[in-house]
């Protein structure tokens, strides 16, 4: 089974929200879940996670479902160095998937 | 401060043989995380060493194996390749990824080694 899903790729234009989701329905109770990207030829690097409650930072948003099934990285103004896969990741359970390769359209 | 350190950064490899990656984590950081990315499989998890211990392991045949010295350094180790073993390597490091109890330290990610086994 999936630990988490994702869709395989989003497009957002330049300077608009941009929400991308992650369904995670076999999330334990400690399970933090957290987002990372990877820019081309880079390692992936972190952005943000979050347990329960909505989380902010400057980098983007997390949002995070009642149940824990489920959560959404909103990027408020999409920029073209936004453009990298997105993984949400539950590393306790040591899964991260193949991630939302997001498409930034100027 | 540097950041995580891979070495070498490209490796190409015949199947059969053996290959060795290193990995230096950030100063201060005791936990250091290996995975595996392909383009089918995406990021996969190895192994991750804490204090020169196997903390946590992935599922991933024998043929992989690591260990990491006193100084946090760590090697993975890769024994008879298979064609299959082409990915990219990562590194991560943190201060301590601890599991199960709901504590995190962020991952600081290598560059990764490109490993080709032709």
């Known amino acids: 089974d999936a630990k988490t899903t994702q869709p395989n790729s989003m497009e957002s234009n330049e300077e608009e929200p941009v929400h991308l989701p992650c369904n995670h329905s076999?999330?334990?109770?400690?399970?933090?879940i957290h987002w990372y990207r990877q820019l081309p030829s880079q390692g992936p690097e972190y952005v943000i996670h979050?347990?329960?409650s909505n989380v902010n930072n400057r980098m983007a948003s997390l949002a995070i479902a009642e149940d824990r099934k489920s959560s959404t990285l909103i990027l408020h103004r999409a920029t073209l160095r936004d453009a990298a896969v997105y993984y949400c990741i539950l590393f306790n359970q040591f899964y991260f998937g193949t991630g939302t390769s997001l498409t930034v359209i100027p | 401060k540097a950041g995580v350190t891979q070495t070498p950064r490209y490796l190409i490899k015949t199947r059969g043989q053996q290959v060795t990656l290193s990995c230096s984590p950030i100063s201060g950081h005791r936990s250091v995380s290996w995975y595996q990315q392909t383009p089918g499989q995406g990021l996969q998890f190895l192994f991750e060493y804490f204090s020169e211990t196997q903390r946590n392991k992935g599922n991933f045949p024998g043929r992989f194996s690591g260990r990491q010295f006193s100084n946090s350094r760590s090697e993975m180790n890769v024994s008879t390749l298979e064609l299959g073993d082409s990915a990219l390597y990562l590194c991560a490091s943190s201060l301590d990824r601890t599991s199960g109890r709901g504590s995190y330290n962020e991952q600081f990610f290598g560059p990764g080694t490109r490993l080709t086994v032709l």
């Open positions: 979050g347990l329960t």
């Open positions: 076999t999330i334990s109770g400690t399970d933090y």
